[in-house]
Nanobody
Framework: QVQLVESGGGLVQVGGSLRLSCAASGRTFSTYAVGWFRQAPGKEREFVAAISWNSVYTYYADSVKGRFAISRDSDKYMAYLQMNSLKPEDTAVYYC???????????????????WGQGTQVTISS
């Protein structure tokens, strides 16, 4: 069992940066891949970024590639999403999720994740 709690969201101007954190409980966290997803009002939840259980592989949505960076520190039961050059379209509730994922094509699929946090709001003002 893994519990996830996101933090670090807030209001920032266009072009600014935020670092989201995902704190995990559960000694098996290091065996799970971690994904970040987001959901804007009136839109479906979408994939943002993911990192493999061993940090070897990272994956990004095209919309955030080059601006966002996902990382993890399994010893500290933490995962992070560094977000730079933020745009108004990045406004959404951001969720971290954990799942036992080993196939690259599965990382962007929210149905492959077993545990989810409650989300943190990110708002970009223009």
């Amino acid at each position: 069992q893994v519990q996830l709690v996101e933090s670090g969201g807030g209001l920032v101007q266009v072009g600014g940066s935020l670092r989201l954190s995902c704190a995990a409980s559960g000694r098996t966290f290091s065996t799970y891949a971690v994904g970040w997803f987001r959901q804007a009002p009136g839109k479906e939840r979408e994939f943002v970024a993911a990192i493999s259980w061993n940090s070897v592989y990272t994956y990004y949505a095209d919309s955030v590639k080059g601006r966002f960076a996902i990382s993890r520190d399994s010893d500290k039961y933490m995962a992070y999403l560094q977000m730079n050059s933020l745009k108004p379209e990045d406004t959404a509730v951001y969720y971290c999720a954990a799942g036992r994922i080993y196939v690259s094509s599965n990382y962007p699929k929210d149905t492959k994740y077993d545990y989810w946090g409650q989300g943190t709001q990110v708002t970009i003002s223009s």
